[in-house]
């Protein structure tokens, strides 16, 4: 599959800058302890929390910072900026398909975050005892999981770049993707939410980035739950990807037809 | 080999008017829409509700033919409709109206498959990857294209030595000065075996060294049988290179031959192809 070779150099490129790569681990266990502590807190004298015991929240919250790296906001905005430069030519002149490219360039950038970020962290966390790494099966369904995960959270973005091509605008984009960290469950699991605002969330897509990987690794997501759940993700992988495409396909033309 | 190389092989052996045409441009005109600001504050804002326009006409009817094996300078001031056409060429421009062929597909149509076959190197831009050694921008293209692992290497080393970057392999693009960037360009650009390639200004902003052995590399590229198609303000990159000129002003062909008869039109028969190039501006009172 040649657009691995893209993947290849965006992994190979996070070698380069080794300042960059300390100063992420450094951030990421710094938000380990925080976490760790905060929750240890919240549940000092309390039993379980809109049913989630102490020992899920730590698990959900700790394999967050392991995965975070490879679920965070990918970098489409650049590609819009190019396209607004004219770098976009030489991308387009190419024998590969744009939309492809840069699926599978941000993936390698995600793989090298969960590579040089996340398994260290697993590792450490793991042999403290506090993460717990579950059975095969769920892990196998976790990380089939967290692949859809990636195309959502790229798609989001992908999405919002391309919208904002079309807008001439970026206003609101930023605002929006606050929004849409919080509706993933990456702060906290959506069990936390009042009625009406789990109901909106458990509709929407974005919780397919954090909640649902991190439901089935730490349990929250009952076992009787998880191939809903996956047929959630499943489905709005599929429609987000359906529709990246029919923008997308409509920006190319409209930059071929317009000339930018 | 791969059929690219044979067709080039079979149409170099034959007379230049017979070769099979490898692009061809007929009636070709391409408007832009340009979208006018208000004059004053009430203006401005109701043009936002009802926009009007100015359309400027960067190609106004051209028509042209190029054979296998060609090398065309393709001349004209800024915003004269070079890179237009190019990038009608490249297919990521459509034309308004007209017809374009390149190697026989229309190049809007069938971007990727045209994609294949052609080789796009814009002097302003780079298609090198910022902050990798040169080497993988490379591996990355042999993968595109879909080389095949021998085809991949024999490519990358003839031109790794006809540019001479083997020493610049390992350093990260962004160390690169501009000369070496630009050879590295060129390498990339005729990575896989490309039967036309479109130069957009290749030696802009180079020392004389740079241009000469881009020019030399350019020259034996022509020799091997690669239809060139250069666009360039260095006329004297035109001038050693390419055989027959186009000369276009304001979207319209005012000249398409070649040096000597660009010579004979003029009345210059001993100067510089730019000193031949100005007498033609000024006689045609267009400068």
């Known amino acids: 599959m040649k657009y691995l070779a893209y993947t290849r150099c965006e992994f190979l490129r996070g070698f380069r800058y080794r300042a960059n790569y300390w100063a992420t681990l450094g951030g990421a266990v710094i938000l380990v302890v925080i976490q760790w502590s905060l929750w240890t807190a919240v549940y000092r004298n309390t039993g379980p929390i809109a049913g989630i015991s102490l020992d899920s929240m730590i698990s959900y919250a700790m394999m967050g910072r392991v995965v975070s790296g490879f679920l965070s906001e990918p970098v489409a905005l650049p590609a819009v900026k190019r396209v607004w430069s004219g770098e976009i030519v030489h991308d387009l002149v190419k024998p590969a398909d744009l939309h492809f490219q840069l699926l599978f360039q941000n993936l390698g950038n995600a793989l090298f975050k969960l590579v040089s970020t996340g398994l260290p962290l697993l590792t450490v966390l793991g042999l403290m005892g506090v993460l717990k790494v579950p059975r095969l099966p769920v892990l196998a369904v976790f990380v089939v999981s967290m692949l859809m995960g990636y195309v959502t959270v790229f798609s989001t973005s992908f999405l919002s770049a391309v919208i904002t091509f079309h807008t001439k605008s970026r206003v609101g984009i930023d605002h929006v993707y606050?929004?849409?960290?919080?509706?993933?469950?990456?702060?906290?699991?959506?069990?936390?939410?009042?009625?009406?605002?789990?109901?909106?969330?458990?509709?929407?897509?974005?919780?397919?980035?954090?909640?649902?990987?991190?439901?089935?690794?730490?349990?929250?997501?009952?076992?009787?739950?998880?191939?809903?759940?996956?047929?959630?993700?499943?489905?709005?992988?599929?429609?987000?990807?359906?529709?990246?495409?029919?923008?997308?396909?409509?920006?190319?033309?409209?930059?071929?037809?317009?000339?930018? | 080999m791969n059929s690219a190389l044979m067709n080039r092989g079979l149409s170099h052996a034959s007379r230049p008017d017979e070769r099979d045409p490898v692009i061809v441009v007929e009636e070709l005109t391409r408007h832009y829409r340009v979208r006018l600001d208000g004059e004053g504050f009430v203006e401005k804002v109701s043009r936002f509700f009802k926009p009007r326009y100015r359309y400027v006409k960067a190609l106004d009817g051209v028509s042209f033919t190029i054979r296998a094996g060609e090398s065309v300078g393709y001349i004209g001031l800024n915003g004269a409709g070079k890179s237009t056409t190019i990038k009608i060429l490249c297919g990521v421009l459509v034309p308004t109206s007209g017809k374009v062929s390149v190697l026989?597909?229309?190049?809007?149509?069938?971007?990727?498959?045209?994609?294949?076959?052609?080789?796009?190197?814009?002097?302003?831009?780079?298609?090198?990857?910022?902050?990798?050694?040169?080497?993988?921008?490379?591996?990355?293209?042999?993968?595109?294209?879909?080389?095949?692992?021998?085809?991949?290497?024999?490519?990358?080393?003839?031109?790794?030595?006809?540019?001479?970057?083997?020493?610049?392999?390992?350093?990260?693009?962004?160390?690169?000065?501009?000369?070496?960037?630009?050879?590295?360009?060129?390498?990339?650009?005729?990575?896989?075996?490309?039967?036309?390639?479109?130069?957009?200004?290749?030696?802009?902003?180079?020392?004389?060294?740079?241009?000469?052995?881009?020019?030399?590399?350019?020259?034996?590229?022509?020799?091997?049988?690669?239809?060139?198609?250069?666009?360039?303000?260095?006329?004297?990159?035109?001038?050693?290179?390419?055989?027959?000129?186009?000369?276009?002003?304001?979207?319209?062909?005012?000249?398409?031959?070649?040096?000597?008869?660009?010579?004979?039109?003029?009345?210059?028969?001993?100067?510089?192809?730019?000193?031949?190039?100005?007498?033609?501006?000024?006689?045609?009172?267009?400068?």
């Open chain 2, 104 to 287: 026989g597909v229309e190049p809007f149509r069938h971007r990727t498959r045209n994609a294949r076959r052609i080789g796009l190197m814009m002097g302003q831009r780079t298609q090198l990857l910022w902050d990798l050694p040169v080497r993988e921008s490379f591996d990355l293209l042999g993968r595109i294209y879909d080389l095949s692992r021998e085809t991949y290497r024999a490519n990358r080393d003839r031109l790794v030595e006809a540019l001479d970057i083997g020493d610049l392999m390992d350093t990260p693009a962004r160390m690169l000065s501009l000369g070496q960037k630009t050879r590295c360009d060129l390498a990339l650009t005729f990575l896989h075996d490309p039967a036309v390639v479109f130069l957009d200004e290749p030696t802009i902003g180079l020392d004389i060294l740079a241009r000469e052995k881009i020019r030399d590399f350019l020259k034996a590229e022509k020799k091997r049988g690669v239809t060139i198609f250069l666009a360039s303000h260095d006329l004297d990159d035109l001038e050693i290179v390419t055989d027959r000129v186009i000369l276009i002003h304001r979207g319209r062909i005012l000249f398409d031959g070649s040096q000597e008869e660009l010579r004979r039109v003029t009345g210059d028969s001993l100067g510089t192809l730019e000193d031949t190039v100005k007498r033609f501006y000024r006689e045609a009172e267009l400068g």
């Open chain 1, 178 to 260: 606050t929004v849409v960290e919080l509706l993933s469950g990456m702060y906290f699991p959506l069990d936390f939410f009042p009625g009406w605002l789990r109901m909106v969330a458990d509709f929407l897509p974005f919780k397919s980035i954090h909640y649902v990987p991190l439901g089935i690794w730490s349990g929250i997501i009952a076992p009787g739950a998880v191939a809903s759940s996956l047929l959630h993700q499943l489905i709005w992988t599929i429609l987000m990807v359906v529709a990246s495409r029919i923008l997308w396909s409509g920006a190319v033309r409209s930059l071929t037809i317009q000339g930018g």
